[in-house]
C-alpha cells in the first residue's frame, strides 16, 4: 500500500475511535433507513421480508453458505465504508475546506481530553513550555500560570518601552499548547534578525504587546490569542502587576532585576520581589484551587520557578490545595544560580521561600547520555545530584524515573513526551490506589 493509501486508511480508522460519539448516531440513522425501506415495502404489499428469505434462500441452495455469506457480508460492509467516508469528506469540507483533520481532532479533544485531570502547571521559560508540549496531550483541563519577571531580550526591551508585562514566556507557553506544526504557530515564534528596532523581537511579542495595548491588559490579551491559535488549555500571568526579582547574595550583594541575576556568579541566599505585596491574578488562585495535580518546574530555580511562590496567596493556596503537588527537578545545574545543588538543594530553597508545605513529590531524571556534551564541563555545569536522605526528612516522595531522550550531540533536555508520560502514569497509579483503600473502607463499614 502506498502512503497515500495508508495516509486514507488512517484517517477512516479514526471514525472507529471509542468515544467520539459519532458510530452510534450514525447506526441509529442506518436503522432508520431500513426502517423506512420496510415500511414502504409493507405499505405496497410487496411482502419485503418474505422476499427477502427467499433470496436468501435461493443463494444459499444454488452456492455454499461460505461463499453466498461472504459475498453479503462484503458487499454490506463496503457500502458502509463508503457511505462513512463520503459522510466524513463532506463534514470535513464544509467545516475548513483546506484542512481536513480537525473535525477528528476536534471530537477526540472534547471526548477524551476534556475527561483529563485539571492540572496546573507553574513556571516560567522554556521548562514549562517544554511540559506543557507533553500535557496537553493527557488534558484539556490545563492552566499554565506563568512569571512576570523578566527583564531581558526582547520582553525586557518591551517591557522598558510599552510599559507591558513581559510576553516572552507567555508566548512560549501559547506557542507549546497550541498545534506544533501550524504555520500560525511558527509566525508567532518568529523572531526578526534585521529591521532597525525589529531585530530580536519575536512576531509573538509584538503581537501580544499590540493586543494588550487594544484590549487593555494582558489577560484579554492573552485569551484572543490563544483563541487565534487554538490552544488547549489557558495560560495566565501570575500577577499583573510590575514584578521585579531582587536577589541577595550570600557574599551582600543585592541584584536587580532577573537577567542580571545569573550574571552576577554567586550563591543566593534569599530572592525578593518588588513590590513586596504582589497581587495574583484570581483566575489562577481559582485554578490553584480547582486542580487535581499542581506541577511546578522543570526550569530555572531562582527565576522561574521561585518567582511565582513570592506571591504570597498563590503560595498559600498551593499550600491548602486538595491537589497533589509534584516538583519536576532540573537534571543539570545552572551556573550563577544553582551552582553545585542537590536535589534537596533545589527542594529546601523551594520550601524556604514558601514557608509552607508546597511539594508532596519530586521527579528526579535517571539516565544520562553517555557521550555528555563538553560544553556543560565547560560551563560548569554538573548533573543534579539526588540526596534521598535529606529530601525524605521533608515528608516528600522521589519518583526516578528516565525524562530525557536520546540524542547524538549528548545534549539533556527533559523530553515532553517522557515528562507527560511519567506523571500521567504516576498519578493514575494514585487514582487506582485511592480507589481500592476507599473500596476496603467502604467494606469495612459494611
Known sequence: MNLLGHKKLLKLKAWLLPGMKVKRWFSLALFGALLVILGLGILFNLHPIDQSIQLIRALAEHSPSVVSGSIIFIFGFTIIIVGL???NSSLMEAIDPGERAH????????????????????????????????LKHITNNLTAI????????SSGRLREEMGVLPPGDIRNCIA???????????????????????????????????????????VRAVKESSKVLAIRGKVLPATLDDMRLIAEMEDGRVIMGESNIPEAKGKIKKLKAHP?????????????????????????????????????????AISSAKAKKVYICNIMSQPGETDNYTVADHVEAILEHSDSNVIDTVFVNDNLPKNLALKYKAADSLPVKLDHERVR?????????????????????????MLAKAVSHWYKSLQKENTIEKSKGEKQLL
Open 85 to 87: 467516508k463520503k459522510v
Open 103 to 134: 473535525l477528528l481532532e476536534t471530537l477526540y479533544r472534547r471526548r477524551k481530553l476534556d475527561k483529563g485531570p485539571k492540572i496546573v502547571a507553574i513556571g516560567g521559560g522554556t521548562g514549562l513550555s517544554t511540559i506543557l508540549k507533553g
Open 146 to 153: 506563568v512569571t512576570v519577571g523578566d527583564d531581558g531580550g
Open 176 to 218: 507549546a499548547l497550541a498545534d506544533e506544526e501550524d504555520l500560525v504557530t511558527e509566525l508567532f515564534q518568529y523572531r526578526f534578525k534585521s529591521g532597525n528596532g525589529l531585530e530580536g523581537h519575536s512576531f509573538g511579542n509584538l503581537f501580544l504587546s499590540a493586543l494588550c495595548a487594544i484590549t487593555g491588559d494582558m
Open 276 to 316: 513586596a505585596n504582589l497581587v495574583p491574578l484570581d483566575d489562577a488562585v481559582q485554578a490553584i484551587n480547582d486542580a487535581d495535580l499542581i506541577i511546578m518546574g522543570p526550569g530555572s530555580l531562582y527565576t522561574s520557578i521561585i518567582p511565582n511562590l513570592l506571591i504570597k496567596e498563590i503560595t498559600s
Open 393 to 417: 526528612k521533608h515528608g516528600i516522595d522521589v519518583v526516578f524515573k528516565r525524562l530525557i531522550e536520546e540524542n547524538k550531540e549528548g545534549l539533556v533536555r527533559h523530553s515532553p513526551k
